[in-house]
Antibody, heavy 122, light 113 residues
């Protein structure tokens, strides 16, 4: 079955760190750009970061630059998001998403995981 | 950043009636070299991840019912549900994938009247 499964969410204090993981299965993970997208409780969707197939190109939304790091391990079919210096406004469900096609980062998200909740609170 | 503005924020439509959602981008998402609009529509039901319905502004994703259609070009786009069904109750988002950051509209909640 083609799927993405996120893990690693939880409760963390402001200023703390957390590492999210996304396990991919059912498709050739190394052939796709991958992304993280988040959704604050009751709010809309916000793209967070993209990473190219070989990790050679990475893009972030300005609000997480310098604090979050996206990475991947193609041998393990896994995507990661290292989140440091967390703030209350980072509280959200974090979705792992596949970028369609594999030929470009300028494509829509065609496969989503169910998400993992990150709560930043003291 | 490209700002995506959706309207209305919510709408209530009777079963079998038409629902229309608008999305406006702050700059064109039409790429002239291939004449494609880098605009997608997603449906998100409660407790579920988003699901792509439409991409390239008007191409329906495989398996999506043909009552869903997308139109528009440049900066103005529309998602139409031609005959609303109970299972279409959801929040709908537009998204541009023309320029990072790949921004989403604020969402439109569709309910049954």
């Amino acid at each position: 079955e083609v799927q993405l499964v996120e893990s690693g969410g939880g409760l963390v204090q402001p200023g703390g760190s957390l590492r999210l993981s996304c396990a991919a299965s059912g498709f050739t993970f190394s052939g796709y750009w991958m992304s993280w997208v988040r959704q604050a409780p009751g709010k809309g969707l916000e793209w967070v970061a993209n990473i190219k197939q070989d990790g050679s190109e990475i893009y972030y939304v300005d609000s997480v630059k310098g604090r979050f790091t996206i990475s991947r391990d193609n041998a393990k079919n896994s995507l990661y998001l290292q989140m440091n210096s967390l703030r209350a406004e980072d509280t959200a469900v974090y979705f792992c998403a596949r970028v369609y096609g594999g030929d470009s980062k300028y494509r829509y998200f065609d496969l989503w995981g169910r998400g993992t909740l990150v709560t930043v609170s003291s | 950043d490209i700002v995506m503005t959706q309207s209305p924020d919510s709408l209530a439509v009777s079963l079998g009636e038409r629902a229309t959602i608008n999305c406006k981008s702050s700059q064109s998402v039409l790429y002239s070299s291939n004449n494609k609009n880098y605009l997608a529509w997603y449906q998100q039901k409660p407790g579920q991840p988003p699901k792509v319905l439409i991409y390239w502004a008007s191409t329906r994703e495989s398996g999506v019912p043909d009552r869903f259609s997308g139109s528009g070009s440049g900066t103005d786009f529309t998602l139409t549900i031609s005959s609303l069904q109970a299972e279409d109750v959801a929040v709908y988002y537009c998204q541009q994938y023309d320029t990072p950051p790949f921004t989403f509209g604020g969402g439109t909640k569709v309910e049954i009247k």
